[in-house]
């Protein structure tokens, strides 16, 4: 079974860019979440979708922050503009449903300089 | 909201030693993980405990579940240095959507 995918694994770009991530989670996974993982720090959740749908984007800064999930499969998550604060490893996961297991992907360091 | 607090958050401990990590949680939970994190990795389950009382065991780690006091623990026997490794533990409910909400994690480090 193949895993959930991301890219790019690395990414390094000035405060005030735009940047995107792409997800592909293991097929068949109608949950999809995007994590933020700051140094030091444990996964903070940004965004739960189920299918194209969305359950919970509370922590979600909504004013640069942004994430899509067409047709129920791929997502992206957007930043713009990007801040120093938000360099960090973004993590994508995926679930069979919303009480399954999550099975994350290995993440994208972003850095803002 | 659901918060989850580790400690230690740094350990430092010898190979052949025991020790024990604790994992608090706020409200009812519906289940608890155990992640592994390697430094650049991503992260790794090792254990799900769903129900008081549950014990799970892989390896030197054990993990145990009390619901009523919100506590979980994750203790090490014996420890060696391939331990050595950033342990999350995580919790979801139904008013979460059952998505996880995390500890800060624990840095073990096992020396000779």
């Known amino acids: 079974e193949a895993g959930v995918a991301q890219s790019p694994r690395y990414k390094i770009i000035e405060k005030r860019q735009s940047v995107a991530f792409w997800c592909n989670p293991i097929?068949?996974?109608?949950?999809l979440y995007w994590y933020q993982q700051i140094l030091g720090q444990g996964p903070k959740l940004l965004i739960q979708?189920?299918?194209?749908?969305?359950?919970?984007d509370s922590q979600l800064p909504k004013d640069r922050f942004s994430a899509e999930r067409l047709k129920g499969v791929d997502s992206t998550l957007k930043i713009q503009p990007a801040k120093l604060e938000d360099s960090a490893v973004y993590l994508c996961?995926?679930?069979?449903?919303?009480?399954?297991?999550?099975?994350f992907g290995n993440g994208t360091r972003l850095t803002v300089t | 909201e659901l918060k989850v607090e580790q400690n230690p958050l740094f350990l430092s401990m010898q190979e052949g030693k025991n020790y024990t990590i604790y994992c608090n949680y706020s409200?009812?939970?519906?289940?608890l993980y155990w992640y592994r994190q390697d430094p650049g990795k991503s992260l790794e389950s090792l254990f799900v405990?769903?129900?008081?009382?549950a014990v799970k065991q892989e390896g030197r780690l054990m993990a145990s579940l009390d619901t009523k006091a919100r506590l979980s623990t994750l203790h090490i026997t014996a420890a060696v240095h391939d331990l050595s490794a950033t342990y999350f533990c995580?919790?979801?409910?139904?008013?979460?959507?059952?998505?996880?909400?995390f500890g800060k994690g624990t840095s073990l480090l096992v020396t000779p």
């Open positions: 995580a919790v979801d409910n139904s008013n979460s959507g059952y998505a996880l909400n």
């Open positions: 405990l769903l129900s008081n009382g």
């Open positions: 996961a995926s679930s069979l449903d919303l009480t399954s297991p999550l099975h």
């Open positions: 409200t009812t939970s519906d289940r």
């Open positions: 979708f189920q299918n194209n749908g969305v359950v919970d």
């Open positions: 097929s068949g996974h109608a949950t």
